[in-house]
């Protein structure tokens, strides 16, 4: 993700939009962050928390993990800082189904595109363990469908709070089936750019090419819940 924006110049000149991480992880929060923000381009905190009631990854995610060595890093107090070895824990509040839930500290792409267009004095991003056990355990097979709409059961919710001085606004995606979030926010944003709703080109994350709100009311019921 980090290199794909640094190629900005380069997608300009060609006269092409690039958009890395327009996913579950990345493009969604990055487009609840925005939307919160409502314009704004600064922020005192933005903090993403994101609970799964499990993960039973695909092949592709399992080679991502093992392809993808980066440091994971975080802003804070309005410096970069590479996430230590434990990693932070604490417990986080998220709407049903889920309540409290332990979290830890795992920055995913999500942290890298938003900061790129925001100025975040303090970006974190959290991720409850149930997840992360079934990710860690090998033998996790990959999802299976749960009903004829092709998802799986697995429960999640990205719950976003972007503070501006002593004001605080929320954005909260909920609903089922990571991966089958991925592919209407894929369809959506390439259907903007055909049609002309993206804000200009180059390499660009989906805070900066779209309208956020209209962007996520668009997709909201059919995919997810916001």
């Given at each position: 993700?980090t ?6 110049g ?7 939009t690039?958009l890395p ?6 493009g969604?929060?990055?487009l ?5 923000l409502?314009?704004?381009t600064e ?15 695909t ?10 060595h980066?440091p ?13 070895d434990p ?8 709407p049903?189904?889920?309540g409290?839930?332990e ?6 792409s ?12 303090n970006?974190?991003s959290?991720?409850?363990?149930a997840?992360l ?5 090998p033998a996790t097979?990959a999802?299976?469908?749960a009903?004829?709409?092709?998802r ?5 919710v990205?719950?976003v709070r972007?503070r501006?001085?002593?004001?605080v ?5 909920s ?5 089958a979030v991925?592919?209407p926010?894929?369809?959506?944003a ?7 709703r ?8 989906a ?7 209209d962007f ?8 997810f819940?916001?």
């Amino acid at each position: 993700v980090t290199d794909t924006l640094a190629r900005d110049g380069e997608a300009k000149a060609a006269g092409v939009t690039v958009l890395p991480a327009m996913a579950f992880y990345g493009g969604l929060a990055d487009l609840l962050a925005s939307a919160a923000l409502d314009g704004a381009t600064e922020a005192d905190a933005v903090d993403i928390a994101v609970a799964l009631d499990g993960w039973h990854p695909t092949r592709g995610t399992r080679l991502t993990g093992d392809r993808n060595h980066y440091p994971r890093t975080y802003i804070e107090h309005g410096r970069t800082c590479t996430v230590p070895d434990p990693a932070p824990v604490r417990e986080t509040d998220f709407p049903a189904p889920f309540g409290t839930q332990e979290t830890v500290l795992l920055p995913l792409s999500e942290t890298v595109v938003l900061s790129h267009h925001v100025a975040c004095r303090n970006l974190h991003s959290w991720m409850n363990l149930a997840p992360l056990r079934d990710l860690r355990d090998p033998a996790t097979p990959a999802p299976t469908a749960a009903d004829d709409s092709g998802r799986s059961a697995q429960r999640f919710v990205v719950d976003v709070r972007v503070r501006r001085g002593d004001r605080v606004d929320r954005a909260v995606a909920s609903g089922r089936d990571i991966y089958a979030v991925t592919a209407p926010l894929l369809v959506e944003a390439l259907q903007r750019i055909l049609d002309g709703r993206v804000h200009g080109n180059g390499s660009l994350t989906a805070g900066q090419a779209f309208d956020a709100r209209d962007f996520l009311d668009a997709l909201a019921d059919a995919a997810f819940t916001v």
